[in-house]
């Protein structure tokens, strides 16, 4: 399994920015795709964003222009750029492999102040 360890959340007012960081325990070279997920209070979990070795992404329509996930292969992290960010927005957010039952991790907390 690989171990994911997310930071970077935190409280900020509605238009403001936030970038998420994602470490893994082991490498992620020979993993083909990382997504980033969410989930709000009452929710059921969802993809915001994925993105694959060759880093191509693929992203939610709701954050669509607002949000940029990318990775780095060499110190085996994930990053989230969150831009222009909503209310809505706010939710546990996770980091995790995609087409693998790899264990999830506590996740970072973002919060969006209307």
């Known amino acids: 399994q690989v171990q994911l360890v997310e930071s970077g959340g935190g409280l900020v007012q509605s238009g403001g920015s936030l970038r998420l960081s994602c470490a893994a325990s082991g490498s992620i070279f020979s993993i083909d795709v990382m997504g980033w997920y969410r989930q709000a209070p009452g929710k059921q979990r969802e993809l915001v964003a994925s993105?694959?070795?060759?880093?191509?992404?693929i992203y939610a329509d709701a954050v669509k222009g607002r949000f940029t996930i990318s990775r780095n292969n060499t110190k085996n992290t994930v990053a989230l750029q969150m831009n222009n960010l909503k209310p809505e927005d706010t939710a546990v957010y996770y980091c995790?492999?995609?087409?693998?039952?790899?264990?999830w991790g506590q996740g970072t907390q973002v919060t969006v102040s209307s």
């Open positions: 993105i694959t070795s060759g880093g191509n992404t």
């Open positions: 995790n492999l995609r087409g693998l039952n790899n264990p």
